[in-house]
């Protein structure tokens, strides 16, 4: 069975430009979440979709969007980057949104914003 | 608001022997589930164990069990016989049953195996 899939793995954009990352859950998974990860601040929350519906979000700026599709396949938006957008994104899936304890990660896209 | 503590930036070990990274959380709701992630320099997390707060027992899953202390609020996890491939950084997370289900990470902890 494949794993969750992101790309592209490697990002490099100039402040003020938007940028989409990809996330591909395993089959039949039908929940995906997005985390942040900095040196400054740790893993972060970002948001979650379940069957195509936004249930959960972080606390970050409206910047960030998402959305998912009837595959399950997500993505997440940055628009207007900033330096400090710079960081590893990850992308979990788990097999339902609500009961199901076991969240899966993909190798993450790594964003570098100059 | 829930809260993860992880207090051992870095730790070491010797090859073959046991190590035990700390985590302490904060929640007041009932029902919950506390995780174990490896990542190594690579990036990716991977999954190592989870322990869910009505569970009596504690979790192993082969060479890694989860010391479990309900009261103490407290979940280390417990690597046995440390091989090379076991340096990486560890994150302990929590997770709530209810609300919003996302992970609430710790801030991790570096496991350096010496050979």
């Known amino acids: 069975k494949a794993g969750v899939t992101q790309t592209p793995r490697y990002l490099i954009k100039t402040r003020g430009q938007q940028v989409t990352l990809s996330c591909s859950p395993i089959?039949?998974?039908?929940?995906v979440s997005w985390y942040q990860q900095t040196p400054g601040q740790g893993l972060q929350f970002l948001f979650e979709?379940?069957?195509?519906?936004?249930?959960n979000k972080g606390n970050f700026p409206g910047r960030f969007s998402g959305r998912q599709f009837s595959n399950s396949r997500s993505e997440m938006n940055v628009s207007t980057l900033e330096l400090g957008d710079s960081a590893l994104y990850l992308c979990?899936?788990?097999?339902?949104?609500?009961?199901?304890?076991?969240?899966?990660f993909g190798p993450g896209t790594r964003l570098t914003v100059t | 608001a829930q809260k993860i503590t992880q207090t051992q930036p870095g730790m070491f070990v010797q090859e073959k022997e046991a190590v035990t990274l700390d985590c302490t959380y904060d929640?007041?709701?009932?029902?919950?589930?506390l995780f174990w992630y490896k990542q190594p320099s690579s990036g990716e997390m991977i999954f190592l164990i989870y322990?869910?707060?009505?569970?009596?027992q504690n979790a192993t899953e082969g060479r890694y069990s989860l010391n479990f202390q309900k009261a103490r609020k407290s979940a280390n996890l417990v690597i046995s016989a440390s091989q090379l491939g076991d340096s990486a950084m560890y994150f302990c997370?929590?997770?709530?049953?209810?609300?919003?289900?996302?992970?609430?990470f710790g801030s991790g902890t570096r496991l350096q195996v010496q050979p």
């Open positions: 979990a899936s788990s097999l339902v949104g609500t009961g199901g304890y076991e969240q899966y």
């Open positions: 089959s039949g998974h039908r929940s």
């Open positions: 979709y379940f069957s195509e519906t936004q249930r």
């Open positions: 929640t007041s709701d009932p029902s919950y589930g």
């Open positions: 322990q869910g707060s009505y569970d009596q």
């Open positions: 997370a929590l997770k709530m049953d209810t609300g919003r289900r996302a992970l609430t």
